[in-house]
C-alpha cells in the first residue's frame, strides 16, 4: 500500500519559475525523502530529510517537513526544461526500513 | 559496481509462464528492495532483505512471488503462473546507511 499522496497530481511552469510540490503522509515517520523520475525507470534521489529536521536545502532544492501536519514540500527554484519529470516523496517509518512511495506529481517546464 | 544493475531491461512472457528477474547491488550494501511499479503510479514495495534474510516481505501480493538474496548480494524475484495483472516496472534499490539507489528497472508483460 501507498503511504504519501503528492499534491498536485500534474504541473506545468514556465522555464525559471519556481516549482512547489507538497506532500502528505499518515503514519510516523524516521525519515521522507524525495526522488525524481524521468522516463518510468530509474528514480534518483534528491534529498533525504529526517523526522527530527524541518528544513534542507540542496542547490536549487527546498524540502520542508512539518511532522505535526504530517506534510512535506518539495520546492525546485529557477526552473530548468532538464527539471521535467515525476516527484515522488518516500517516507520511512520508524522501526524498519520499508519505505512507502506516493502517487507522485508530473511536472513540465516549458522552455 | 557503480550503480545497481537490472537484467533484464525487458521481459516479456505469456500468461502462466515463470519469469527470474534479477538484481545486482550497489557492492557492500547490505539492504537490498524489491519494488513494482504500474504506469502513472508510484513504486510499490515489495520484500527488503538484510543481507541474506528476508526482512519484510509484506509486500509481496500472493505466493507466486517470492525473492531470494543466497550470498547478501544479488536477489532474484521469482514470479510463478504470470498473470497479465503483474505487468509492470519491476525495481530493484540497494542502501547502506541513508537513502536508497535505484537500478533502471526490468519492464515486465505478460500477453
Known amino acids: 500500500s501507498q503511504q504519501g499522496e503528492e499534491d498536485p497530481q500534474a504541473l506545468s511552469i514556465q522555464e525559471g519559475e519556481n516549482a512547489t510540490m507538497n506532500c502528505s503522509y499518515k503514519t510516523s515517520i524516521n525519515n521522507l525523502q524525495w526522488y525524481r523520475q524521468n522516463s518510468g525507470r530509474g528514480l534518483v534521489h534528491l534529498i533525504l530529510?529526517?523526522?527530527?529536521?524541518r528544513e534542507k536545502h540542496s542547490g536549487r532544492l527546498r524540502v520542508t517537513l512539518d511532522t505535526s501536519k504530517k506534510s512535506s514540500s518539495l520546492l525546485i527554484t529557477a526552473s530548468r526544461a532538464a527539471d521535467t519529470a515525476s516527484y515522488f516523496c518516500?517516507?520511512?517509518?520508524?522501526?524498519?526500513?520499508?519505505?512507502?512511495f506516493g502517487a507522485g506529481t508530473r511536472l513540465t517546464v516549458k522552455p | 559496481g557503480a550503480g545497481v544493475s537490472q537484467t533484464p531491461s525487458n521481459k516479456v512472457t505469456e500468461k502462466g509462464k515463470y519469469v527470474e528477474l534479477r538484481c545486482d547491488p550497489i557492492?557492500?550494501?547490505?539492504?537490498l528492495y524489491w519494488y513494482r511499479q504500474s504506469l502513472g503510479q508510484g513504486p510499490e514495495f515489495l520484500i527488503y532483505f538484510q543481507g541474506t534474510g528476508a526482512a519484510d516481505d509484506s509486500g509481496l501480493p500472493n505466493d507466486r512471488f517470492f525473492a531470494v538474496r543466497p550470498e547478501g548480494s544479488v536477489s532474484t524475484l521469482k514470479i510463478q503462473r504470470t498473470e497479465r495483472g503483474d505487468s509492470a516496472v519491476y525495481l530493484c534499490?540497494?542502501?547502506?546507511?541513508?537513502?536508497?539507489?535505484f537500478g533502471p528497472g526490468t519492464r515486465l508483460t505478460v500477453l
Open positions: 518516500a517516507t520511512t517509518p520508524p522501526n524498519n526500513n520499508d519505505m512507502r
Open positions: 530529510i529526517r523526522s527530527n529536521e
Open positions: 534499490a540497494s542502501s547502506q546507511v541513508g537513502p536508497q539507489f
Open positions: 557492492s557492500g550494501h547490505t539492504a
